[in-house]
């Protein structure tokens, strides 16, 4: 079966951070080809787990994606990840969800404690780190609530960073036996007092036009 790659982004900012210089700035849907032929096609979800679920049953359903890959910004909830940094997901979880003993704290009874990755093609890139990706129908600004976070999944599960959407993509996906990779660039980290979100975004940071070129040119 050949590749047919679906993009999710949650906000028109990240979407037109990541297809800058482009037609598609100011558009919900772009879609073209990679080095290697590809197809992909690239929409905005909205902020939230419903929205991406939503997002990730539609590429995969009416588009006929067999891989999702997600671009974003999120929150750093590791000491050792600092504002710029880029995250790639090796698995995913959710923080915010309790089923109840004997599911463990962030496991959907019935699912995995974790969701795959399908990350291989950015495990080798410069400069990236990998680890956890945990998300939540929560922004977290403050050491109080990503402290509270890590606590209640340490020390079995250890983030390094915090979203609102992969978690749920990758549960479509998990269900429907599609690949994904989520892939977030740090924008702030309470942990370590780097509250710079809004400040981040108003400059047009370029690093997630950056990672979307990556995608296009890996052989």
């Known amino acids: 079966m050949s590749k047919r790659v679906g993009i999710i982004v949650a906000m028109r900012k990240e979407f037109d951070a990541l297809f800058a210089g482009t037609e598609f700035v100011g558009c919900d849907f772009a879609k073209g080809r990679t080095k290697r032929n590809i197809p992909y096609v690239a929409m905005i979800s909205g902020i939230g787990k419903v929205n991406a679920a939503v997002m990730a049953y ?15 910004w999120a929150g750093g909830s590791d000491y050792t990840v600092h504002v710029g940094d880029v995250i790639v997901g090796d698995e995913y979880m959710y923080y915010d969800v309790n089923c109840g003993s004997p599911n463990a704290i962030g496991q959907v009874q019935g699912h995995p404690e974790t969701y795959p990755s399908d990350y291989e093609e950015w495990r080798f890139l410069d400069g990236m780190k990998h680890g956890l990706i945990a998300s939540g129908d929560t922004f977290v600004e403050t050491e109080l609530m990503a402290g509270a976070i890590t606590q209640s999944l340490y020390p079995d599960h250890c983030p390094l960073a915090l ?30 007092g780097e509250r710079t979100y809004n400040m981040f975004w108003e400059q047009k940071d370029k690093t997630l036009s950056e990672l979307f070129r990556k995608f296009l040119d890996m052989d």
């Open 58 to 72: 539609k590429l995969w359903k009416e588009y006929d994606c067999n891989s999702i890959l997600s671009f974003g």
């Open 163 to 192: 979203d609102m959407e992969s978690a749920a993509i990758a549960q479509v996906c998990e269900r429907r036996q599609v690949g994904f990779t989520s892939v977030r660039v740090i924008s702030d980290n309470p942990l370590s």
